[in-house]
């Protein structure tokens, strides 16, 4: 016969409790009510804008920001000042042809030097994962107080911040990144080798200049072209 003493009903109600609580965790999400689910931290798109100032058809896509470490892209390297209104996110490339072009357009057509913008260089690994998600801090980054839009340039990146759009359809408007301003267009390295799409670029950074405007009441400087005029 064992000599090991009887529970007490305290140690049952613990013992029961603990069975119950195991019991909710595996499969309390089957019973969870309706409307209890978090809610969406970060809307990708709310609204959008067309380059002509008239709202677009409202457009949403899968939430990519995500705690788990990103998948398809997974490096960011960052460069440029931390309290930037400007964020450009590109594609890395290690092209001087397209680093300089990339310079020239910001030169050229909004009177701005690289060191006066955020870039945020992203590699990919080497795994063929389809999963697009952006890990809680890159959104941190971009949610800077200084933030006044962000600028995502190239089809990758652009599947990246909107859960897997295409870029042709979504640039030439402002769309919304969690309440910051946010524009699509092409990378340096896609203009090297689809020079027609420059002019779609020139249209988008005239955009982007508007749009700035509009929200800071301030002008970007004058383009170096307009300067030597």
């Not at 595996?26 to 969406?40: I, K, M």
């Not at 788990?68 to 001087?96: C, K, M, Y």
């Not at 699509?184 to 799409?197: G, K």
């Amino acid at each position: 016969m064992s000599n090991q003493a009887p529970e007490s009903p305290a140690d049952e109600l613990l013992a029961l409790s603990l069975d119950l609580r195991a019991w909710v965790e595996l499969h309390g999400r089957e019973f969870a009510r309706p409307g209890t689910e978090r809610e969406d931290p970060l809307p990708l798109t709310n609204h959008s804008e067309s380059a002509t100032g008239t709202p677009a058809s409202p457009s949403r896509g899968p939430d990519p920001v995500s705690d788990v470490a990103p998948a398809t892209l997974r490096q960011f390297d960052w460069t440029g000042p931390e309290d930037a209104e400007l964020v450009f996110i590109r594609q890395h490339s290690t092209n001087s042809a397209a680093e300089d072009l990339f310079e020239r357009i910001l030169h050229n057509v909004l009177g701005l030097r690289r060191s006066e913008v955020r870039v945020c260089s992203v590699t990919e690994p080497d795994s063929g994962s389809t999963v697009l998600q952006l890990p809680q801090a890159i959104t941190v980054e971009l949610h800077r107080p200084e933030r006044i839009l962000i600028i995502a340039l190239g089809q990758k990146v652009c599947s990246l911040l909107s859960g897997g759009g295409d870029l042709a359809r979504l640039r030439g408007a402002v769309h919304s990144y969690g309440g910051v301003a946010l524009l699509y267009s092409h990378d340096a390295s896609h203009l090297l080798v689809n020079s027609q799409d420059k002019r779609a670029v020139f249209e988008d950074m005239k955009l982007l200049r508007r749009k700035y405007a509009q929200i800071t009441g301030r002008e970007l400087p004058s383009p170096a072209g307009e300067r030597r005029r």
